[in-house]
């Protein structure tokens, strides 16, 4: 077997003793390995010193076995035969460091989810295979060196991107920790869904009485920088290190902050309103789903933080009617352009929350076809006392108050034909329950029916909250509504479905249908992870770092996820979620500096021709041609890297030496696949 010795390094290796370690994990594995035949083959491996299984090597007893034969046979390497690195990769380098080896001579063989779950039928199959799976740990194993974790320091400031309930959770919590947040909101208020909501389920309470008050926090928390119609731009460095440059977009109105700094006293906007009424140009407002109107310069709801107006360019004719009735307070500039601000922070938090899955793409329900069917996100404002009916439900098409209410759940969602979502949207059902009592409570004699797959109550109190909705006089039926059609003359709507308990199909008419809809991640969701190098899911949710033991981390060290952009949350485990984040995001600020992993590439200049093939392939920018004595060569930002590969891979002189994963290490165990140990 070849010697595989680091650049940075002359000192001869000593000759490899390798502690192997086969982990029962109950009958997780040793139901389907024999744990006795793969011991006995073990025993047979070059340089494999000493064997040992144990029915859960995670345990304390079994961490204290692998420290005592550590000291007392004197091992170079340790191979631990067990589940995913993803899992307890730590734990096992904690017991390795703990026997006094450097930890980053402990290798993992995955015997669990590569092989006994996957082989449970083929006992004999799954035997070889952990056979061939520890023989290539050992063969790494034996080639492994001492690594040493480096230090960088962090600033002592944060990043929140998102301002809904979670990013604003996450970002009061840092901020009330003693960290400088930035808090950066795309529209022109903070609030995110939770803003257009009427009640919140299942204790019914007022949305907007227990946002605002979090708004305001927010709003005039020392500690926190808040920036609205703002996107991340562009992003540079690491973890404790990141520079993010912020594109603030040209509102058009100057905060009293801002007119002061321009010299204007007493000047600025106060929210008066003055521009808004003498303003010639009308739109739908967004907010309203579409179902209001607003002026080119307008405030995007009541309850906005902060308090400003807001111009919307792409409909004001710049007539300079809203700067006359603005006068002396001289708030508004129909000249402001974009700007770019540049801040440095040491951790981020992505909040970026979710949007309302596009349902006029399943044509079979008629959205946006037929005038008296609308989306849930739409029946929140139409039932709303701050929407633009004042809070009486009405049919779009006659402004009638509806007496039979059809609410379709699922409506793009668990949806595997290829045009809706395959996944559950999960509070769908709770909050079609909570529509369904609104209108009991606001309508006499209405009457709601509910078309449902399964309805998943799945929170503290739901269950009871389904049952009281059923005694409230609710109509339930089992099915998924096949086809919606219009009475071309009344505008009422026929539902066809299938009720599944009953076994056969029914129409129904009604006068109003609320489709439940889907709910996805956002456009920008999908840019600032990519600017931040987030890894995210089929479906394009942001991926954690682990489901289970780091659900707030992400495979980019210092940036965490919050809320919906994760996958779809009510606001109860998005609030959790957020504390999580801060938590964690809180954590190296406060220590000052964090310990990155040594798995690095590193340039052996003897080799570097200074070709910068290398240089434009790294996902992570961390490397770039520099002149050192007389020559151009490739150096490595360490605290960028990733240890990916790609440079090493690519490298056409060999110049790249990959720390962990060098290249003899990986000829090593493809030898000891491929010649099965004949080495």
Not at 264 to 272: A, H, L, M, Q
Not at 558 to 565: H, K, N, P, S, T
């Amino acid at each position: 077997m070849a010697e595989a010795v680091s650049p940075t390094t002359s000192e001869k290796p000593k000759a490899p003793r390798i502690g192997v370690f086969v982990c029962h994990c109950g009958t997780n594995i040793a139901g389907s390995i024999d744990i006795d035949a793969v011991k006995e083959y073990v025993k047979t491996l070059p340089n494999v010193e000493h064997v040992n299984d144990y029915k859960y090597q995670c345990s304390m007893p079994g961490q204290s076995n692998i420290q005592e034969a550590i000291r007392e046979k004197d091992l170079t390497g340790v191979v631990v035969a067990a589940c995913s690195p993803r899992l307890h990769e730590p734990t096992f380098r904690a017991a390795t460091k703990d026997g006094g080896l450097n930890p980053f001579r402990f290798e993992m063989a995955n015997i669990r989810e590569q092989n006994s779950w996957v082989h449970m039928h083929d006992p004999a199959g799954a035997t070889e295979k952990a056979k061939d799976a520890i023989r290539i740990a050992v063969a790494k194993a034996s080639l492994l060196e001492d690594l040493y974790p480096k230090s960088v320091p962090v600033e002592h400031a944060a990043m929140v991107v998102g301002a809904g309930v979670a990013g604003m959770q996450a970002a009061l919590d840092l901020a009330n920790s003693g960290i400088k947040t930035y808090l950066i909101e795309k529209a022109p208020s903070i609030g995110g869904r939770m803003s257009q909501l009427d009640k919140t389920f299942p204790t019914l309470d007022c949305s907007q009485c227990i946002l605002t008050p979090k708004m305001v926090d927010v709003g005039r928390a020392e500690n926190i920088v808040l920036m609205v119609n703002s996107e991340v731009e562009e992003v540079e460095g690491y973890i404790g290190n990141f520079d993010v440059t912020i594109r603030r977009k040209a509102t058009g109105v100057l905060s009293p902050a801002e007119a002061e700094a321009k010299g204007i006293v007493g000047g600025g906007c106060t929210g008066c309103g003055d521009c808004d009424p003498i303003c010639p140009v009308t739109k739908p407002n967004e907010f309203e789903m579409g179902m209001a109107p607003r002026k080119a310069i307008y405030i995007y709801h009541p309850q906005v933080v902060p308090l400003l107006y807001t111009i919307d360019w792409d409909s004001c004719v710049k007539c300079g009617l809203c700067v006359e009735a603005c006068g002396d307070k001289k708030a508004i500039d129909l000249e402001m352009q974009d700007e770019l601000v540049k801040v440095k922070v040491g951790t981020v938090i992505l909040a970026t929350g979710f949007e309302v899955f596009p349902i006029e793409t399943k044509e079979e329900w008629g959205y946006k076809r037929y005038d008296n069917v609308i989306t849930s996100l739409e029946f929140e404002r139409l039932i709303c006392a701050s929407g633009p009916t004042g809070g009486h439900l009405v049919r779009p098409s006659d402004g009638e108050t509806p007496m039979r209410v059809a609410f379709v759940l699922c409506a793009g969602s668990r949806d595997s034909t290829g045009v809706g979502k395959p996944y559950c949207s999960r509070f769908c059902c709770m909050y079609s329950l909570k529509h369904a009592h609104q209108i009991i409570e606001k309508i006499p004699g209405v009457m709601p029916y509910i078309f449902y797959m399964d309805i998943r109550s799945f929170g503290k109190a739901y269950e009871e909250f389904y049952y009281r909705i059923q005694d409230e006089g609710a109509k339930f039926i089992r099915g998924r509504v096949s086809n919606i059609q219009e009475d071309p003359v009344t505008k009422n709507l026929r539902v066809y479905a299938e009720d599944t308990l009953l076994g056969r199909p029914m129409e129904l008419e009604v006068d109003m249908v609320v489709l439940a809809a889907a709910v996805q991640p956002t456009e920008l969701t999908n840019k600032t992870r990519k600017l931040f190098g987030v890894s995210c899911s089929t479906d394009g949710w942001l991926l954690e770092a682990h489901p289970k033991l780091n659900p707030c981390g992400t495979t980019t060290a210092g940036v965490f996820v919050a809320g919906a952009c994760q996958s779809p949350k009510d606001i109860p485990d998005s609030v959790a979620s957020a504390e999580g984040a801060a938590s964690a995001a809180s954590i190296p600020i406060h220590r000052g500096e964090v310990e990155l992993e040594p798995y690095y590439a590193m340039c052996v200049e003897e080799k570097c021709a200074g070709c910068g093939l290398c240089v434009n392939l790294c996902p992570y920018s961390a490397l770039a041609l520099i002149e050192k004595d007389g020559k151009t060569v490739m150096q490595v930002t360490e605290a960028k890297c990733k240890g990916c590969g790609t440079c090493g891979g690519f490298c056409p002189g060999g110049a790249i030496w990959m720390n962990h994963f060098a290249t003899p290490q990986i000829v090593a165990q493809i030898d000891a696949f491929l010649l099965g140990g004949e080495q």
